[in-house]
C-alpha cells in the first residue's frame, strides 16, 4: 500500500507540434489526442511500426505519460524525453510490477476481462527536452491499426499523503430503464465512466499552491490526472488512474496545522 499521491494538471502535449511517421485516414489526425473529447481520436492507417512526435518551442520538463481511452491493448509503446527511454513496453504492464490480463475464466475478481480498456502510464525521473516520440509497435488485439483518444506528457505534483480512509470509486452510467403498462421491464444502455471521490486531509501549506493551480486552470471543465495510489502496482491504482475534470469545485479548509480538499474526479 502506497501513502502517496500525485496530479497532473498540466498538459504539455497539448502545447507540442505533432507529426506522425504514416499520414493518418482522414478525419483521425494525431491532433485530435489535444482535446478531452472521447469520441476524438487519431487513427494510424496500419499496424505498421508507428511513431508520433511532439515538439515544443522551448524546454520542457516532464515526468508522467499517460494514454487513455484506446485501442492498444496487445501492441507494444515506447516513450523517449531527453534522458529517460523508456524501451519497448507490452501495452498490458501498466506499472511496474505488471497487472495480469488474463481471459475471463470465473466471476470471483481473479481475473479481469476489462482491464484492456484501462490507462496506460508511466512516472519516470524528471526529463527536459524540446521534443518526445512514441513508438507504436506490434498487434493490437482488437484492431487493424493503432488508435488513442487522449494523451497525456506532463508533470506530477507530488503529495506527501494520499486519500485516507473514506476513499469512493464507482462507475456513472447514462443506461435508462423503465416498465410498460403491461409491467415488461425495458432498459437503454448508454455509456458509462468511472468516478472517484476521496479526502486529502493532510496538505501542507507548501502543497496548497498545486491546489489552487488545479482548480484556477481545471475549474470543471479541464482534464487531469489524479494518482491517489501511486507505486502501489494493484488493480485498484489501476483502475483510479484516468483522464478526467472535477465534478465540484470544493473549497482547500483548513482542518488543524494541515489542511483539506476533497475531490471529485469523472472520466471524460
Known amino acids: ?21 504514416q499520414t493518418p485516414p482522414e478525419g483521425y489526425a494525431a491532433e485530435l489526442t489535444q482535446n478531452a473529447i472521447r469520441d476524438d481520436e487519431w ?46 513496453i507490452d501495452i498490458a504492464d501498466f506499472t511496474s510490477p505488471a497487472i495480469v490480463i488474463a481471459d475471463y475464466a470465473d466471476s470471483d475478481g481473479s481475473s479481469d476481462p ?41 508533470r506530477a505534483q507530488w503529495f506527501e499523503h494520499t486519500a485516507i480512509a473514506g476513499y469512493q470509486w464507482s462507475r456513472e452510467s447514462q443506461s435508462t430503464s423503465g416498465r410498460t403498462f403491461g409491467g415488461s421491464k425495458r432498459a437503454n444502455r448508454g455509456e458509462s465512466w468511472r468516478r472517484q471521490v476521496f479526502d486529502l486531509n493532510a496538505i501542507r501549506d507548501a502543497e496548497a499552491a498545486v491546489h489552487e493551480e488545479m482548480m484556477r486552470r481545471c475549474d470543471t471543465v479541464g482534464d ?13 491504482e489501476r483502475n483510479a488512474v484516468f483522464a478526467g475534470t ?23
Not at 487531469?224 to 485498484?236: K, T, V
Open 1 to 21: 500500500m502506497t501513502d502517496r499521491a500525485y496530479a497532473v494538471i498540466r498538459n504539455d502535449h497539448d502545447e507540442a507540434t505533432l507529426s506522425t511517421s
Open 43 to 88: 487513427h494510424a492507417p496500419n499496424t505498421a511500426g508507428q511513431t508520433l512526435t511532439g515538439t515544443w518551442e522551448w524546454t520542457k520538463t516532464v515526468n508522467h505519460f499517460s494514454v487513455h481511452c484506446h485501442g492498444l491493448y496487445g501492441a507494444t509503446i515506447r516513450f523517449e524525453c531527453g534522458d529517460y527511454d523508456s524501451g519497448v
Open 114 to 154: 476489462y482491464a484492456h480498456e484501462a490507462s496506460f502510464w508511466l512516472d519516470f525521473p524528471d526529463t527536459a527536452d524540446t521534443a518526445y516520440q512514441i513508438t507504436f509497435g506490434g498487434t493490437p488485439r482488437d484492431w487493424g491499426f493503432f488508435w488513442a483518444s487522449r494523451i497525456w506528457v506532463g
Open 224 to 236: 487531469l490526472i489524479f494518482n491517489p495510489f501511486a507505486g502501489e502496482g494493484s488493480r485498484r
Open 246 to 268: 472535477l465534478s465540484t469545485m470544493n473549497p482547500l479548509a483548513r482542518s488543524n496545522s494541515r489542511l483539506a480538499l476533497k475531490v471529485q474526479h469523472e472520466e471524460n
